[in-house]
């Protein structure tokens, strides 16, 4: 075989990898022969047909990975004693090469290849193949051996029947069995002391676990849709149930039996009016396979509560979607949330009542002071006397605007919002001229206030009204272990280090309402949005909206 030089079967789905291979084989081992397979199939026929003296195989590959074709190969009794060596571009990934030894590789071989390294495989793995045919060659010939030599044995058990000595040979083979099963019954009752005391273990955790969901608030469950199945099918839910907690039973008001008998028994528990948004959230976590969340109104017992179901999916071994999940009765949260409406619905009211009210006695004021002004035409003293109950008059309108702004903060539920769109509806309230303007945050959404608009509205007015020469205004955002930040940026004096704090304080901005960066803070927080200056003085003034985690999705990833 060395004059010869080795037979090597390479199965790799790159070519690239297959030319840099061959040419290393051609230079250290001249004589080699060398072929080629590009996916898994391809390469067991190869080897049944060339017999080689080693499979050079690499691990991640299309239709049938390297860790299959390893198995495939160790069980084919043609092929199981030619060693395998496996191509991994990873020298430390020890995970992979444990896998590798598990599906019976005998060597790795790192990418990029290294001559030394790959000549040594190679040689190493031609003896294991040398050693494994002469033992190949050995069983059969202490088969051939056992076959005549027990033909022998028999033939003199045969003439010896009526002899003692078959006797003796007899009672010596009976005590050998003996101790045999005495120490097969003794490993045997060993093993089924450790598979009683692993099954007792088992049992023990799965009953904690389950203590401990029923403990909790929320009804816990667990659905199976098959493999290669949908969760609607028909406009109906396609499942079985794997686990069902006693809180879910209590939540639903329906037995465990009930349930596992009809799964779409909590469908049945739906509102009406709610089943089609149930539904579609339903259609849209199947298809995406992703976080499934639905809040609203069912029946349980004949009184119209509030429930929220959340859930996650897991596809198992087989294929299965197991989806798990918890029930929440929101009932009390629902009307503590409905109560709070109406009461800032009521106060909002009151607010501008009172507002109008103010601004008509501001009105006839300011009337009187600049009649007051015209009759005291030459009254210097006087006159400057009114033109501070002036200012003061129109401070306190100020403030009445501004607490118009507030009035309207919080009065609506938040939510999900376009980026991109709300960015383009707080421009179309100003006129920004010849300013060039980048909003580059499509498909971001985030869950905000509907006063996220004047929000945005009051940043590029700050820019206007404090930027002093923008002439570009840029809006981008970027993923962070903490949520998404959402970057506007212009290209104006910025802010000196001393204000980039106190322009968040209350008194601070312009005198309009929607430009006060306190105001934009304030809408931004109802949602745990954060909000910071972070630009550099005379390049620009830099604003970094931090969104939570929860608090933003991609359009397609939520409904």
Request: hydrophobic residues 40%.
């Amino acid at each position: 075989m060395e004059n010869n030089g080795p037979v090597v079967v390479a199965i790799d789905d790159n070519n690239d990898n297959l030319v840099v291979l061959k040419a290393f084989m051609k230079d250290a081992f001249p004589g080699a022969m060398v072929f080629f397979a590009t996916n898994g199939k391809n390469g067991i026929e190869l080897a049944l047909l060339k017999n080689p003296d080693v499979i050079l195989l690499d691990i991640l590959m299309p239709e049938m990975d390297g860790y299959e074709v390893c198995r495939q190969l160790k069980k084919d009794p043609n092929l199981s004693h030619i060693p395998v060596v496996f191509l991994t571009a990873l020298r430390d990934d020890k995970k992979s090469r444990i896998r590798a030894l598990e599906a019976g590789g005998e060597g790795f071989i790192s990418k990029p290849f290294e001559e030394a390294e790959l000549v040594a495989q190679i040689r190493a793995m031609v003896k294991i193949k040398a050693a494994n045919e002469r033992q190949l060659r050995e069983k059969e010939d202490l088969t051939v051996l056992v076959a005549d030599r027990t033909a022998q044995l028999e033939k003199e058990l045969a003439e010896r029947k009526k002899t003692g000595q078959e006797l003796t040979e007899a009672n010596r083979a009976l005590k050998e069995n003996k101790t045999a099963l005495l120490n097969m019954l003794e490993d045997l009752n060993q093993e089924v002391k450790a598979r009683k005391s692993n099954e007792l273990a088992l049992a023990e955790s799965e009953a904690l676990l389950i203590d401990i969901v029923n403990t909790l608030p929320a009804g816990v469950y667990r659905i199976r849709v098959a493999a290669n199945q949908p969760l609607l099918y028909e406009g109906k839910l396609n499942f079985s149930y794997d686990f069902i907690s006693d809180r879910y039973c209590e939540l639903t008001g329906r037995p465990r039996s009930e349930l596992e008998a009809d799964p779409l028994l909590t469908l049945k528990l739906i509102h009406p009016e709610d089943v089609n948004a149930f539904i579609e959230e339903n259609r849209r976590a199947d298809l995406t396979l992703s976080r499934f969340a639905w809040e609203g109104r069912m029946t349980i017992k004949g009184q119209v509560l509030y429930g929220r179901i959340e859930s996650l999916p897991r596809v198992a071994v087989n294929g299965d979607k197991l989806w798990t999940g918890v029930f929440y009765d929101v009932t009390a949260r629902k009307l503590t949330e409905d109560t709070l409406m109406r009461v800032n619905q009521k106060l909002n009211v009151l607010s501008d009542l009172t507002r109008r009210d103010l601004t008509s006695q501001i009105f006839i004021l300011k009337s009187y002071v600049e009649l007051a002004k015209k009759q005291s035409a030459g009254l210097e003293p006087v006159l400057e006397i009114l033109q501070k109950i002036d200012r003061v008059v129109r401070s306190i309108h100020d403030i009445s605007e501004i607490s118009k702004d507030f009035q309207n903060m919080g009065a609506k539920s938040p939510a999900w919002q376009n980026v991109n769109m709300t960015l383009l509806f707080g421009l179309s309230h100003i006129t920004i001229g010849n300013i060039q303007h980048s909003l580059e945050t499509e498909p971001l959404e985030i869950f905000a206030d509907p006063l996220l608009e004047k929000a945005f509205q009051g940043l590029f007015e700050n820019s206007i009204a404090h930027g002093d020469h923008v002439t570009r205004i840029r809006v981008w955002d970027r993923e962070t272990p903490d949520g998404v930040v959402i970057t506007y940026e212009d290209d104006g004096a910025g802010i000196s280090p001393e204000r980039k704090v106190q322009v968040f304080l209350r008194g601070e901005g312009t005198r309009t309402s929607v430009r006060s960066l306190f105001f934009i803070q304030e809408i931004l927080d109802i949602t745990g949005i954060t909000i910071r200056e972070n630009g550099e003085p005379g390049k620009g003034a830099r604003f970094e909206m931090t969104v939570p985690k929860v608090a933003w999705r991609m359009t397609g990833d939520g409904a």
